[in-house]
């Protein structure tokens, strides 16, 4: 009932509980094998296929979606097999992924917090590749408290997630559609009790990890998709 796209009960014992609805681990999603495949296709793409940013770089695969919708690229078949699976599992509602960006972090490296927005399904699902991360979520700023002291972003972090290499996780609802996400560029993590997967990802509180090159793939379903001949033929 809570759930309008119905995700298959196996999911349901993934769920990671000590976190607001709705966030899935499924940890060794994929093999040692198709991890190295994975990222063999993925530093195999030529240069030109790479947006260096300042802080990552990444892989834009399917399309670039838009606001009024995406014009569709096919998917290559390195890539369409885990659409496929995750979709399999019910994560789209039925639908089949078709949107991937891959990104490329050095220790060291991250992402600003940010929403992914409206244009995809209201589903994320990330493969990570070759290292963990620790993913922080932090509550937006409220039309209320802009008018007070402004919210620093420490006072508005609420908790993180490990993600390690094979894993998958799946993210919807709160904490995709209300929370904002990041990843600090760091070069180690303490994994303390703010991490809500801890027992799921098999680490022990207060352990330190030290953080390698990770690439995540994450993939999900853009619902408007233009035809490139209909964009063609107008103004
Ligand atoms: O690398 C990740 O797991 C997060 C990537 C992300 O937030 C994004 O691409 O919007
Ligand atoms: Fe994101």
């Given at each position: ?98 949107h ?20 995809y ?9 070759g ?64 991490v809500?997967?801890l ?23 853009v ?13």
């Amino acid at each position: 009932m809570e759930h309008p796209c119905s995700i298959f009960e196996d999911l349901e014992r993934y769920v990671v509980k000590d976190a607001p609805p709705t966030v899935y681990y499924i940890p060794d999603f994929i093999t040692e094998d198709e991890e190295s495949q994975l990222l063999q296709q993925v530093y195999k793409a030529p240069k030109t296929k790479w947006t260096q940013l300042s802080n990552r770089r990444l892989q834009n695969w399917g399309g670039l979606p838009r606001p009024k919708g995406m014009l569709g690229e096919k998917l290559p078949d390195w890539l369409l097999k885990y659409c496929e699976r995750i979709s399999a599992l019910g994560a789209f509602a039925g639908k089949t992924a078709n949107h991937v960006l891959v990104n490329e972090y050095k220790p060291g490296e991250g992402i600003m917090p940010h929403e992914d927005g409206p244009l995809y399904h209201p589903t994320v699902t990330t493969i990570s590749l070759g290292s963990h991360t620790l993913l922080d979520f932090y509550r937006p700023i409220s039309a209320q408290e802009l008018d007070e002291v402004p919210q620093t972003e420490e006072s508005r972090y609420l908790l993180s997630l490990l993600v390690r290499p094979r894993s998958l996780l799946i993210l919807q609802d709160d904490m995709y559609q209300r929370l904002l996400h990041g990843i600090q560029g760091t070069h180690h993590d303490s994994l303390t009790e703010r991490v809500a997967n801890l027992l799921a990802a098999g680490v022990q509180p207060g352990a330190t990890l030290t953080r390698g090159t990770r690439v995540s793939l994450t993939v999900r379903h853009v619902p408007i998709v233009m035809k490139a001949n209909l964009l063609l033929g107008r103004k």
